[in-house]
């Protein structure tokens, strides 16, 4: 980008960016514990899945009527924060966007996180998880579910790809540096590296392989989050039967995974100590980033409102009466305000975007984005089709049970253990390509 | 929303109303009106057809005449339409009602016929205890019989059913049937179709041949299930009989998940869907292969280098 004020002549040498950025990934103080805490919460948790396993998903507050609930809910929450990692490491980085070098890693560390967990929410939702691999087995072309999984699948492997090959250099820097790694490490360094050295062969040829992926996952991340959409757009109920909803998923997905990606980057920059590379600049790129994909999609909200609200037609109005000034209109209009509307107009102002007002903004954006799935998918699945006579009166209400919240506790506490681990035993920062953007020589040696 | 909340308020005044109303004392008919007279005979033909009309329209709230099996509406059920209390109406009582309706009750002014409502009407007055002596007294008699048979005769180049009843006096002598109205029904996906047309009863000789539907379809080889009864138990008990006969049109069954669709299974997926799926899911993965495969490449170009 042309506009880009000059990078400020800095002092940073390769030695200096190897010993800052591998620094953190020898230094244990505090992340055991961390560690234990977030192992303790799974294992309390694993016992309420338990639970659900052995009795059944009448543990959890789903019933005849709404039978996609929390779970659904964050599993579509999850796949949004996942896309971050094809807008930042994909998109941006094919338009040769050079701030977003010292960040495209965590992108993509949370991308493989949450699109990961996403899928085990999934068989988290099934009463008979044993089944699962029915869906490939006997799975109908026509279903959006198959698509769904396959594309998940698909978006997990591409994104763990494009985590690992761009690593290549830095795991043989690893290899080198980290004398002190257990024995187990070393291997995997070794073995992931793959015999990197940097020589121009090796480096073209590197870098093709990582163009090329960057390529595919465009089609990939958009199909997952398209079809997600069409999991709930294939149907006919009032509120998810809209034509816009594919391009409205996207858009939502980048506003949620460019919150998760700043408050990421305030985590690592603080506790990582690596304010020479997340920069001030990268929040402030970041925040005109919120900016522009939050205004797109206000612009999809807008349109997804406020079309059927001017009609009002039969079905759909009792739905929208219900999110405009209905039962959900606290969290509809929550979800609005909170997590898009103010934090647009706060970030447009410069001083929002230094790095703790931006991530507590964020901290709201993407908590506005998780109750803006949880009022997508359950006020339309507690009107149905058809009226029952003499329903029971625990059908037509939806209160997630403990258990339920439980378990949604779990694949939160496993994202963060997920990239807890990976940003421990790689380096969050690209040393290589960090270096070689500030034309400083890189040497990696055989 | 507004319309649920309109037709909730509806029913909810239909059955206020209906509770103060709907009842044979609450509910005043006009003089001029009571004083109608059912223009049709009592015959056992005409109960019959009213018997008919009546499963068809009424039977559904007010249940069987004299059964008090009627629909449990709150707060008012519907009245036993066989009960004497209601049947001390006149006629023309109870033609008004039927064609007004009241609360819960609807108008049928326009949905049945007025000779329909008299056969109701005459139907209905074969339960009335004062005036059923009336009602006996019908055109054909019978002489008494015991071991009543129902033999079926089809009769396949003219597409035509023969049915004939007859019963053994106590003479011993076996003799026809003379004016039963009989039912002929074919089987359908849902329920039967009545086929009858319009003079099902029994000649003199017991016999009553209908003319099978020309165009009616059949199976595979034009067969249809055919149930042949007297339409009214309450002359000889239950009499039928059942038989397939093929005298529909053959007729391939389409089944609608046979072709290809959205909605069928795997193997008939849509051919596009399936090139759509497979292709993407080949192309995309192949690259992902290849990128694989690149990958063992790259510690080979490290060696080149020495």
New interface residues.
Partial sequence: MNDLPKQKETNLSFEKIKKDILHPMQNHKGLELWIVFLITVISVCGWAYYIQLKDGLGVTGMRDYVSWGLYIANFVFFVAVSLVGMLISSILGLLRIDWITPISRIAEIIAVAFVAVAGLVIVLDMGRPDRVLNVMI?????SPI??DV?VIT?YL??SA?LLI?PM?PDLAICKKELTKASPIMKKLYNILS????N?P??HK??H??IR??MV?IV??GLAIHTVTSWLFAATLRNGWDTTIFGPYFVAGAFVAGSAALIIAMYFFRVNYKLQDYITDLQFDKMGKLLVAVCLVYLYFNLNEFLVPGYKMK?GD??HL?ELFYGNWAIMFWASQLLGNIIPIILLVNKKFRKPLPIMIISLFVLAGAWFKRYVIVIPTMLHPHLPIQNVPENFVHYYPSAIEISVTVLSFALVLLIITVLSKIFPVVPIVETAESKGIEVKID? | MKNTIKNIAALFLIFIFSGSLANAQGWTVPNSAKKKQNPYEATSKNVSTGKKIYNLHCKSCHGDPTMANMLPLAPVAPTDLGAQNFLVQSDGEIYYKVNKGQGAMPTFEKTISDEDKWMVIAFLRSFDKNKKVKQQVAEVKNPEVTDVKLELNVNEANKTLLAKLSGVTKKGKRVGLQGIEMSFLVKRSFGYLDVSGEDPYTNEKGDVTVQFPADLPGDREGQVNMLVKVTDDAFYGKLEEARVVTLGVPTDPVNPLDERAMWGTRANAPIWIIVTFVGGVLAIWSVIFLVLFQMIKLPKLAKSKD
């Fill in positions: 006997h799975g109908r072309f026509q198959l698509w396959t698909t492997t591409v790809l090959l290549i793959l015999g990197y050295i020589t062969e090796q040829h590197l093709k392989m090329t992926l595919l089609p990939i039969t109005d009792i009466k055989a």
